[in-house]
Nanobody, 113 residues
Framework: QVQLVESGGGLVQAGGSLRLSCAASRNIFEDNPMGWYRQAPGQQRELVATITGSGRTIYADGVKGRFTISIDNAKSTLYLQMNSLKPEDTAVYYC???????WGQGTQVTVSS
């Protein structure tokens, strides 16, 4: 079993930045694509960004050029750098190795206008 623990969420003004972290209890990144997802109130969970063990990344259209997903294998940690935040980025953000069925508990990001 693997535990994923997110941190780094909070309240920020529009245009600001946050960096989310996702610490894994053991390194699963080489064998599992990792992703950040988010769920806003009343909406379905959506994919924000993914990264494979080889470093290939995919971003949702709404975050391209603003968000960057990365991995530090030495620290068994997944990151999401979020810049130029907008109020519509407000959501609970989850990290996951979705194909393996591992999900974190989520961290709240609130962007004020």
């Amino acid at each position: 079993q693997v535990q994923l623990v997110e941190s780094g969420g909070g309240l920020v003004q529009a245009g600001g930045s946050l960096r989310l972290s996702c610490a894994a209890s053991r390194n699963i990144f080489e064998d599992n694509p990792m992703g950040w997802y988010r769920q806003a109130p009343g909406q379905q969970r959506e994919l924000v960004a993914t990264i494979t063990g080889s470093g290939r990344t995919i971003y949702a259209d709404g975050v391209k050029g603003r968000f960057t997903i990365s991995i530090d294998n030495a620290k068994s940690t997944l990151y999401l750098q979020m810049n130029s935040l907008k109020p519509e980025d407000t959501a609970v953000y989850y990290c996951a190795a979705a194909q393996a069925g591992y999900w974190g508990q989520g961290t709240q990001v609130t962007v004020s206008s």
